[in-house]
């Protein structure tokens, strides 16, 4: 397995070089070098007796025809600005070596896809590739210049209807990089998602008075920005506390952000996360509560507006205990771990059977040109795989 991994990595870095920037990774949503990426995967797709399309959602899909039911495996190939080499395009490219390490011995129908967004930095929407193969998207939700980019690349977006996954398709497995530092942690290769955290976005406005920095007493002060200050240590306090809450205030707009002019007013982004939807809910209560609280007595006004509230998924048990057997059989320690990321998993897993394996990130690093994998870690999780696949082929289901 390691020479096919060693592979993988390879042509992994190669597509890396497929970008919209010279010397940086960023590929969005059916920009032009997902040409020369589609070109590349589907060549190896080729090569391995796979039917190869590219359907109208701009999703790359290569069919290795055999018995139902189907196995899918899958991921993204669009990236954030500035990116890794491995974030999504591994977990394509380890579906098409899977195919290839299985040969013909399993006899079952697997169909690997890559998926041509899921970060959304084109257009603002996320999730087009693996929404519109969940056949929960339609065309009149993108704006008309994701539409226009769709008809560009030679695709018809009236046609979204007919992206759906076939009807005999039975499981869907997704690997990926873990994106974080739990598995490097534990020193272990590969972890198996139970459940993809759920996720709350909120704009929190902090809204006081602006004022001349020299001539308005402390007391007498409504200064926006000290109000956020103090509220930002709070939901640092809270999500601390609730462990594995997480919670970040990641971005911060002020006016007039002028150096003597005390800030009349302070925008925060809000992001909060956790797998149990009840334990993220009454955090953002908490944290709302206590921005509310800090207003009140600072005399400063704070309006808070939703910007997303995306439910957790867990991901299918029997699916699970199946992956858990073949990391075990393949040699490796069994790791369950929740998801803090988005994944097209999450969109797949509410209308077919879905399983994630994580791949150890070292350092922690992802959505970074310091992204990387290790030759042992990616040969395990092809090893770990085939076996699922195997062990899916011989069961029939």
Excluded at 104 to 110: A, R
Aim: aromatic content about 4%; charged content about 20%; hydrophobic content about 45%.
């Amino acid at each position: 397995m390691r020479q096919l991994a060693a592979k993988a990595i390879d042509l992994c870095r190669r597509i890396a070089l497929c970008s919209e920037e010279p010397g940086i990774t960023t590929r969005t949503f059916l920009s032009p070098p997902m040409r020369d990426v589609y070109r590349a995967l589907g060549g190896w797709m080729e090569e391995w007796g796979m039917r190869v399309r590219v359907d109208d959602a701009g999703n790359l899909r290569g069919l290795r025809e055999g018995r139902s039911p189907r196995l899918i495996v899958a991921s993204h190939l669009d990236t954030v600005p500035n990116a890794g080499a491995f974030d999504g395009v591994l977990g394509v490219v380890l579906g098409i070596a899977l195919v290839e390490a299985l040969g013909d011995s399993t006899g079952v129908g697997i169909e690997v896809i890559g998926f041509s967004d899921e970060e959304g930095v084109r257009f603002g929407v996320p999730f087009i590739g693996s929404r519109a193969a969940a056949g929960t998207l339609r065309a009149e939700e993108l704006p008309e210049a994701a539409l226009a980019a769709i008809r560009e690349f030679g695709l018809n977006p009236e046609h979204l209807a007919e992206v759906r996954l076939a009807s005999d398709v039975a499981a869907y497995l997704e690997i990926h990089i873990e994106q974080g530092p739990v598995l490097e942690s534990l020193n272990l290769p590969l972890g198996i998602v139970d459940a993809i955290a759920g996720q709350s976005r909120l704009s929190v406005l902090f809204r006081g008075k602006a004022n001349h920095a020299g001539t308005t007493p402390m007391a007498l002060r409504r200064d926006a920005l000290a109000a956020a200050a103090e509220w930002i240590g709070v939901v640092e306090r809270i999500a601390s506390a609730e462990s594995p809450l997480v919670a970040t205030t990641g971005s911060i707009n002020v006016e007039p952000n002028a150096t003597n002019v005390i800030a009349g007013l302070a925008r925060i982004g809000l992001d909060v996360r956790h797998a149990c939807d009840q334990r993220r809910r009454t955090a953002v209560d908490r944290i709302i509560t206590a921005a509310n609280d800090i207003g009140a007595r600072r005399g400063v006004r704070v309006e808070v507006s939703q910007r997303l509230d995306q439910p957790a998924v867990e991901l299918n048990a029997a699916l699970r205990e199946r992956l858990a057997r073949a990391v075990s059989a393949a040699g490796f320690p069994v790791h369950h771990l929740s998801s803090g990321a988005g994944h097209d998993a999450m969109i797949l897993a509410p209308v077919v059977p879905s399983a994630m394996l994580f791949v150890r990130s070292p350092g922690g690093i992802s959505h970074h040109p310091e992204e990387s994998v290790l030759l042992d870690d990616v040969a395990a999780a092809l090893e770990a795989a085939v076996r699922f696949a195997r062990d899916w082929g011989q069961a029939g289901v």
